[in-house]
């Protein structure tokens, strides 16, 4: 299947590109000339709109660009193994793939409680920092996990299934 290059490619692929900015930068923000709380909220919204960037980007490139994209990735660190197709997911690979999913939402919520109730002058903000790099990390690894064709019952969740009205001359 051909990956047709249109506005969702290049949008998606923008998209995608930009999320891993704030993996890669998001320590620089505490040379900013801000306070301690100012650069930890800064950093928790950045690192959120990466995970979101990534997500959108995904969604938009569909699943012809994330096999085709697992292929090469494999194609690089395995270059003598022949690419076969997935094999299907396990019941429990499934179950242990949907709790990382989840569990990766949690450190947000997490942050900002700890932003909340914690005193600032006792905060370290380079542990808020590792509670949402974390967070990526668990997310990134659950999509592993769960495999391709999770992307695709997760886009059926959005898709309205009733019949179209006719439409009237």
């Not at 900015?21 to 709109?49: N, R």
């Not at 429990?92 to 919520?109: C, E, K, N, Q, W």
Request: hydrophobic letters at 55%; glycine letters at 6%; one cysteine or more.
């Amino acid at each position: 299947m051909a990956i047709e290059k249109n506005w969702k490619y290049y949008t998606g692929l923008s998209f995608l590109i930009y999320s891993f900015i704030p993996i890669c930068t998001a320590e620089l923000v505490f040379f900013l000339p801000v306070s301690k709380a100012s650069a930890v909220s800064f950093i928790v919204v950045y690192l959120a709109s990466g995970e979101v960037t990534f997500l959108v980007g995904v969604a938009l490139l569909g699943k012809p660009f994330v096999t085709a994209f697992k292929a090469r990735i494999k194609a690089f660190f395995f270059p003598r193994r022949e690419v076969t197709p997935p094999k299907p997911v396990s019941r429990a690979r499934h179950r242990t793939g949907v709790i990382l999913f989840l569990i990766s939402f949690i450190p947000y919520p997490a942050a900002e409680v700890i932003l909340f109730m914690a005193d600032p002058v006792r905060l370290n903000p380079r542990i808020l920092l590792l509670l949402l790099l974390f967070g990526d990390a668990v997310f990134i690894a659950s999509l592993f996990v769960l495999g391709g064709e999770f992307w695709e019952r997760l886009k059926k969740l959005f898709e309205w299934q009733g019949k179209a009205e006719p439409t009237s001359p």
